[in-house]
């Protein structure tokens, strides 16, 4: 089976500093004899202040492990967020690293954006869908939005689609040769991103 573990420095709501995380991902064979562990954070090479969430882990037909996260930047003036995603081989090897292109408004000017990532799908092809949520900030309002996006097997961007202007996209799933996504709206997608249908239902969130 494929497990994940996520080690979290201090408990939240504690806001991290300088402490680095640990997110572990183990195959094993056992309850408690794994065939593999493999580490990644974003970014540690370059800075001492970083740390990376697990937030959703899917296996693809191929065998391969895919990794939703975010990335992040500590600290109050350099706070970063990033969606990121990860691919190791079914010997733990990692493969690729990709982070999500978000669309955003051509007004946007000096805003801070912090991108998260939701839920994880991969289709019978390799390629990976999943739900991100944008915050944008500035020095008068912050604001979020919710994204689909895809990514090949390879780990390239295939297409990003916004899917609302809130932070209330929570569910994801494949169903034959579409991607549905709910949460005050239930939304259906193509496989390559065209979209087939839209009905809210603000009373009852997914």
Not at 31 to 53: F, L, Q
Not at 97 to 125: C, I, W, Y
Request: some cysteine; proline content about 2%; overall charge negative.
């Amino acid at each position: 089976m494929i497990r994940s573990d996520l080690m979290r420095a201090v408990p939240a709501p504690i806001t991290v500093g300088l402490l680095a995380f640990v997110a572990i991902l183990a195959a094993c064979t056992a309850a408690v004899t794994p065939e593999w562990v493999a580490t990644y954070n974003h970014g540690a090479t370059s800075s001492d202040n970083r740390i990376t969430w697990l937030n959703d882990i899917a296996v693809d037909s191929y065998g391969d492990v895919l990794v939703a996260g975010t990335a992040i930047q500590t600290g109050l003036s350099e706070r970063q967020e990033e969606a990121v995603f990860v691919k190791f081989s079914p010997t733990g090897e990692r493969l690729w690293v990709g982070k999500a292109a978000l669309q955003r408004a051509d007004n946007d000017g000096s805003a801070r954006f912090f991108d998260d990532t939701r839920a994880l799908v991969a289709d019978n092809q390799g390629n990976l869908y999943s739900i991100a949520i944008t915050q944008r900030t500035t020095d008068d309002s912050t604001t979020f939005s919710s994204h689909l996006v895809s990514f090949n097997r390879n780990g390239k961007q295939r297409w990003t689609r916004k899917l609302s202007d809130q932070e209330d996209m929570r569910a994801l799933a494949l169903n034959d040769d579409q991607v549905v996504v709910a949460g005050l709206s239930t939304q259906r997608f193509s496989l390559t991103g065209n979209k087939l249908s839209h009905v809210d239902h603000p009373e009852h969130s997914a």
